[in-house]
């Protein structure tokens, strides 16, 4: 464990989330240097236990979105557990929950509850529909807020939408939840006002989803389909040995390109010069970098774009985007030794922040692992601890 360095050293997060979401968006806090204590029920996070793992409760994918945070496993159900809760709750800066609000209210900790113990706390909800909304009580899944924004009828088509094999709901919404978050606190430093926040995932994806895809329906009445056609039109071409994905992207770009391997006429022909001509031509234009990419093994296609300066690139394996050159260069996965699951590879933060660094400060929590030191901390002394562990409210191994 190392002192935190990033641009949130000092603000405490309490975080109250499960699978990945809400954790994901809460690590990022924690990259960036804030305290994060993960709040997590007895029997723990969900996501401990998906995907591969050395020791059960601590797979690579929970391990992935849980880093620089201490876990503390209470039942919020108990009443000792709730008094715990109560008794943190002054001391954080924020309270981030991806529980349904209703049911957080239940249990006694609503935003209002919350608010009169610490009227300065920023109170974030991740959830999955806006709560001012018919399907506010729904319970959300990333193949559900795929299908229900859009992004599976663009990631396929209308007919037969399909998934992107990524949970990328929940990552681009915990990217969301981190913005909001960090907001929030800029403007209780500000006004010293907290307040209550709320990211909902179907929200924030048909946004994200909207800014090429409505295409003509952006406009009132349409004026054309929907969809961006470029992005149906590209698609990696297949090199004498090989895959490449080329992106010529400009009119200058075209040019070049059609003048390098031979075939000017094409100019004229797809009118690349105009970028209007060039979009209502782009399947015709594609087809024909389809045609000419098998004349060159990879590498030869790579000196030939690089020395014209068009966009360009290989393509990397799953299991190989660690070697990747430049990632490898930049140490984005950095080899690190967790304490009881051995030797691991994770991703560093990717942003860069040159007076305050954001850095893996502290590995993955067992569950229940800073229980103890964390009641400390509020103020238990020994024999209360042993009361709270006696009477199954917290969970301290």
């Known amino acids: 464990m190392t002192a935190p360095t990033g641009p949130l050293k000092g603000f405490r997060i309490l975080d109250l989330t499960t699978v990945l979401f809400g954790p994901f968006g809460t690590q990022t806090l924690g990259d960036w240097g804030a305290e994060v204590i993960?709040?997590?029920?007895?029997?723990?996070d969900t996501w401990r236990n998906s995907g591969q793992f050395r020791n059960r409760g601590m797979s690579g994918q929970f391990m992935a979105a849980n880093r620089n945070k201490r876990s503390i496993a209470l039942d919020l159900k108990h009443a000792e557990g709730k008094a715990v809760l109560r008794r943190l709750i002054p001391t954080a800066d924020a309270l981030v929950s991806n529980i349904r609000p209703a049911g957080l209210g239940r249990l006694g900790f609503g935003y209002e509850d919350c608010r009169v113990l610490n009227p300065r706390i920023v109170y974030a909800v991740a959830t999955g529909f806006g709560q001012d909304g018919p399907w506010a009580a729904r319970p959300a899944f990333d193949e559900i807020i795929?299908?229900?924004?859009?992004?599976?009828?663009?990631?396929?088509t209308d007919e037969e939408p399909a998934f992107v094999p990524s949970l990328i709901g929940d990552k681009l919404?915990?990217?969301?939840?981190?913005?909001?978050?960090?907001?929030?606190?800029?403007?209780?430093?500000?006004?010293?006002?907290?307040?209550?926040?709320?990211?909902?995932?179907?929200?924030?994806?048909?946004?994200?989803?909207?800014?090429?895809?409505?295409?003509?329906?952006?406009?009132?009445?349409?004026?054309?389909?929907?969809?961006?056609?470029?992005m149906r039109a590209r698609k990696p071409v297949r090199t004498k040995d090989g895959?490449?994905?080329?992106?010529?992207?400009?009119?200058e770009n075209w040019c070049a390109f059609f003048e390098a391997v031979g075939r000017p006429e094409c100019i004229e022909e797809f009118?690349?010069?105009?970028?209007?001509?060039?979009?209502?031509?782009?399947?015709r234009i594609y087809d024909r970098m389809r045609e000419i990419a098998p004349s060159r093994?990879?590498?030869?296609?790579?000196?030939?774009?690089?020395?014209?300066?068009?966009?360009?690139?290989?393509?990397?394996?799953?299991?190989?985007?660690?070697?990747q050159p430049h990632l490898k260069a930049v140490g984005m996965f950095p080899e690190i030794e967790h304490p009881t699951e051995g030797r691991?590879?994770?991703?560093?933060?990717?942003?860069?922040?040159?007076?305050?660094?954001?850095?893996?400060?502290?590995?993955?929590?067992?569950?229940?692992?800073?229980?103890?030191e964390v009641l400390?901390?509020?103020?238990?002394?020994?024999?209360?601890?042993?009361?709270l562990i006696e009477a199954k409210a917290v969970l301290a191994p």
């Not at 993960?38 to 723990?44: I, N, R």
């Open 38 to 44: 993960k709040v997590e029920t007895l029997a723990g």
């Open 146 to 156: 795929q299908a229900a924004s859009g992004f599976a009828s663009a990631m396929g």
């Open 173 to 230: 919404c915990g990217m969301a939840l981190t913005s909001a978050v960090t907001a929030a606190l800029l403007h209780r430093e500000r006004t010293g006002e907290g307040q209550m926040v709320e990211v909902p995932m179907l929200e924030t994806l048909a946004a994200f989803n909207s800014i090429e895809m409505f295409g003509g329906y952006a406009f009132v009445p349409p004026i054309g389909p929907s969809g961006y056609q470029r």
């Open 243 to 251: 895959w490449l994905t080329m992106l010529p992207y400009s009119g």
């Open 271 to 283: 009118g690349v010069r105009d970028p209007v001509a060039r979009a209502r031509n782009i399947d």
């Open 297 to 323: 093994t990879t590498a030869e296609w790579e000196r030939l774009l690089l020395s014209i300066d068009v966009p360009h690139t290989g393509f990397t394996k799953l299991t190989e985007v660690h070697e």
């Open 344 to 372: 691991l590879r994770q991703a560093r933060p990717p942003a860069r922040f040159s007076a305050s660094p954001a850095g893996l400060h502290r590995m993955a929590p067992n569950l229940g692992e800073h229980t103890r």
């Open 376 to 387: 400390r901390e509020a103020g238990y002394d020994e024999a209360g601890i042993a009361a």
